[in-house]
């Protein structure tokens, strides 16, 4: 089963590039942020649920980056390599209105595997354990990725990239059969 679905956000941090060959080559560390959020609405026994699914993360690079000076305030360059990633949360959550006074939520966490409910009746529940049998995730993974961009007055980076997921993000029994890999465009 391929899962195309994916999660929109917000990448932002610091880098810094170690000269490894002046005015060319360099190794480009740093800590990025990354946030990713989608929502669905699904309907379950006559009740509209809204769900979110959210992510933040933490990303450290380790990329060789090669820079090609255009004038003094302009560089464009490309750059390849590995990055790691921590997952801080990733979760999902579906609401409802039960009755005109009361609203109903389901919460999951994805690194733990906990479901939290708030005046949910089980019908919620059981949906939501047959929607996601195993669902738990590593926190930790290992990205392979490379970018194109430009660096404007040694300030501000604009560029476009894709990175790969080395490690099967699933864990538990049926992780070797339900393989899933990070893939972010940015």
Excluded at 3 to 20: F, M, P, V
Excluded at 31 to 50: A, C, P, Q, W
Excluded at 63 to 90: E, H, T, W
Excluded at 157 to 182: A, C, F, H, K, P
């Amino acid at each position: 089963v391929v899962d195309k679905s994916g999660l929109h956000g917000l990448n932002i941090g610091a880098t810094h590039d170690i000269t490894l060959l002046r005015d060319a080559l360099y190794l480009q560390t740093g800590l990025n942020y990354i946030y990713l959020n989608d929502s669905r609405k699904e309907t379950l026994l006559g009740m509209k649920l809204v769900g979110d699914r959210t992510e933040h993360n933490l990303v450290i690079p380790a990329r060789l980056k090669y820079m090609f000076p255009i004038n003094s305030d302009i560089c464009v360059y490309a750059f390849g390599g590995p990055s790691f990633q921590v997952g801080l949360v990733s979760d999902l959550v579906f609401r409802t209105r039960i009755s005109e006074d009361k609203a109903a939520a389901l919460s999951y966490d994805y690194y733990t595997g906990k479901v939290h409910t708030k005046n949910a009746p089980d019908s919620m529940s059981d949906w939501f354990e047959n929607q996601h049998p195993e669902g738990k995730r590593n926190r930790v993974d290992v990205l392979l990725g490379g970018a194109i961009g430009a660096e404007l007055y040694d300030l501000i980076e604009v560029q476009i990239g894709y990175d790969w997921g080395l490690v099967n993000v699933n864990r538990g029994e049926d992780s070797y059969d339900m393989r899933t890999r990070r893939q972010l465009l940015y």
